[in-house]
């Protein structure tokens, strides 16, 4: 049997990216590529189907923004803040979300293949019915997040806090929890088979399950 190997997730951006100016008022401009949106805020906007391809965002705020169905292709967000943002449905291919607050993001119902959630704050992240692919999130935290009824195929959760994260429907066989801190999880019993876990973590599995751990001995 041949062993399945990660593809490389890294966003393919030329170097010396030129400023690229986010208008005020979007008309018929839905496509940006190649360039570089930095120290900036963008907010209140609600726009559906725009395009970003081999963009760095940098040091960029998102207020009241909802940008549905969104498509990245080859972009970086490093040290943005992106709470509350709606990217629902949205197609992301080869990102990287480096150092960014993604504080109840709505990923929804979405397509990720090839991503990497690196040392991000993604506390009450919204990713339900989504489809991940060569997805890593590491040293970010999860803590509430919503994963229910997502698809998950080559995901790895590196240093992870997920206490307190919904995996109803989500298949967990092959994903590796032992180095993620958590107390409780929401998890589908049937769909637990082949996750990776230690032994003092089994406990979080037996509060997901309804069971009373007494922890004490006679």
């Known amino acids: 049997m041949v062993k399945k190997t990660a593809i490389n997730n890294t966003p393919r951006i030329p170097s010396g990216l030129e400023p690229l100016i986010f208008p005020e008022a979007l008309d018929e401009a839905r496509y940006f590529n190649i360039g570089l949106i ?13 395009c970003f391809e081999q963009v760095i965002f940098q040091n960029v705020t ?23 943002v709606d990217f629902s449905d949205a197609i992301i291919h080869r990102v990287q979300f480096k150092d960014c607050k993604l504080l109840g993001i709505n990923l929804s119902e979405s397509t990720l293949h090839h991503v990497v959630f690196e040392h991000c704050y993604s506390d009450f992240a919204t990713f339900g019915y989504t489809d991940f692919k ?4 590491e040293r970010t935290s ?5 994963f229910g009824q997502s698809k998950f195929q080559l995901v790895k959760l590196q240093e992870c806090s997920i206490d307190q994260c919904n995996f109803t429907g989500v298949v967990l ?3 590796d929890l032992r180095s993620c801190s958590f107390e409780s999880l929401m998890v589908s019993l049937e769909k637990l ?6 032994s003092e973590q089994a406990i979080g599995f037996a509060r997901a399950l309804g069971l009373v751990v007494d922890s004490e001995e006679d």
């Open 173 to 175: 066989e092959g994903v």
């Open 193 to 198: 088979t082949g996750c990776l876990i230690k």
């Open 142 to 146: 999860l803590r509430q997040a919503d």
């Open 134 to 137: 060569h997805v890593n999130f």
């Open 62 to 84: 998102f207020i009241d923004v909802s940008f549905r169905f969104i498509e990245c292709v080859d972009v970086i967000f490093e040290k943005c803040d992106l709470s509350n």
């Open 38 to 50: 930095s120290d900036c805020e963008i907010f209140e906007k609600d726009i559906e189907k725009l």
